[in-house]
């Protein structure tokens, strides 16, 4: 019998490129999501972006229930109504600015949501789980490419980049408490692109709040032009410099992160980087985007943002000596496939209900 994963943030952008990954490699899927950043489905319905999922993995979910990671009581039911045997854990509240400005809204959802997801997963007998954790627990790195040694958790500027690392000390307690569990951290990059059927891909619902997503939305004509902060840093053209990774190279990492949780040999907590090891400017990126979309992004560099820092790499050679997991795709395809979701979507799901 196929083995049930229950994600948790399945509806938003990497959940959902990662849930057909899941399907494709023959694992049920169970989705809970609370829609607070992803467009619902009406009534009884799922979101769009799950009903694309199904369509394109050719599979069904087994279930999907919308629900906040906060309702401990509505979480264990869905634990009641299914044997699930492991969690892939995306959801959270994830746009730095906004931590900054609603901090206990953040720590809610992303710490309290975990805890609440922990003790139900505990009750339920259940101690498999892949979270979602992010480069920002590095800080300003002290030396690149970071790798997975490097210290955590000094120098955290927002909320956002506290609750990841919070949540990731969490489960190193979890384990080191109980042989039982078996929790994989992914530290992601920056995800960027989307399905290559055009079919999928990033929709914030308010202002986006990383560069390729902007630099599309300039590209479709939604937004005037690009401000590029600072291009006075110590990198090749001046710009901000950052690892980035194609969502479906990343999905594909969740399924061997689940393949380390299900293995005989695998105990306790692991981190691992996901990223390419490749740093690419603003600069790099626009012209890269042009390039694919054959469309003009007007850009003016404005100063430089408070917290960003000059460059951030990683090294990935633990996840491919580890799980076997490296990077495929390059940037010109990161930069094909979000234009082709972005052309075809310019409403993002809004306009497939
Ligand atoms: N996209 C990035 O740049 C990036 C980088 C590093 C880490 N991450 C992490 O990866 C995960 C997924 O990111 P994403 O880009 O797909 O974000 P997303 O907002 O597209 O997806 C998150 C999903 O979780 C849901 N959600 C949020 N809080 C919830 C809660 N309390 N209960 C139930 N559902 C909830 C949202 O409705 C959304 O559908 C997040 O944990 C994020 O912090 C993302």
Not at 23 to 38: I, K, W
Not at 328 to 333: A, F, S, T
Request: hydrophobic share 40%; with cysteine.
């Amino acid at each position: 019998m196929s083995r049930l994963i229950l994600v948790t943030g399945g509806a938003g952008y990497v959940g959902s490129h990662t849930t057909i990954e899941l399907l494709a490699a023959g694992y049920e899927v169970v989705v809970v999501d609370s829609c607070v950043n992803c467009v619902a489905g009406e009534e009884g319905k799922l979101p769009p972006s799950l009903v694309r999922v199904q369509e394109l993995a050719k599979k069904s979910l087994v279930g999907f229930y919308r629900v906040s990671l906060t309702d401990a009581l509505a979480l264990a039911g869905v634990f009641e109504k299914h044997r699930v045997d492991a969690v892939v854990h995306f959801a959270a509240l994830k746009a730095v600015g906004e931590s900054v400005e609603k901090p206990l809204e953040y720590y809610q959802s992303n710490v309290s949501g975990t805890l609440t997801l922990l003790q139900v997963m505990r009750e339920a007998g259940v101690h498999r789980l892949v979270y979602s954790s992010s480069a920002t627990v590095y800080g300003a790195p002290q030396y690149l490419p970071a790798d997975e040694q490097h210290p955590t958790g000094a120098g955290l500027t927002n909320p956002y980049g506290k609750t990841k690392y919070f949540c990731e000390q969490v489960m190193q307690d979890l384990a080191a408490s109980d042989k039982e569990w078996r929790l994989v951290s992914l530290r992601y990059f920056n995800p960027v692109g989307a399905h290559p059927s055009g079919r999928i891909g990033e929709d914030p619902l308010g202002p986006p709040n990383n560069l390729m997503p902007f630099v599309a939305q300039v590209a479709v004509g939604k937004r005037e032009e690009l401000s590029v902060f600072g291009n006075d840093y110590d990198t090749p053209d001046g710009t901000g410099v950052r690892d980035y990774v194609h969502v479906v190279d990343l999905a594909e990492g969740h399924v061997m992160a689940l393949d380390k949780a299900f293995s005989k040999s695998f105990r306790g907590y692991a981190s691992y980087n996901l990223g390419t090891g490749r740093g690419v400017s603003v600069l790099e990126m626009i012209e890269a985007f042009c390039r694919a979309s054959g469309k003009p992004v007007p850009y003016r560099v404005v100063g430089r943002r408070a917290g960003d820092v000059a460059s951030v790499v990683a090294s990935c050679s633990l996840a491919e000596e580890q799980l076997g997991w490296r990077a495929r795709r390059d940037l010109q395809e990161m930069c094909e496939d979000a234009w082709r979701w972005q052309k075809l979507h310019p409403n993002g799901f809004r306009s497939c209900q």
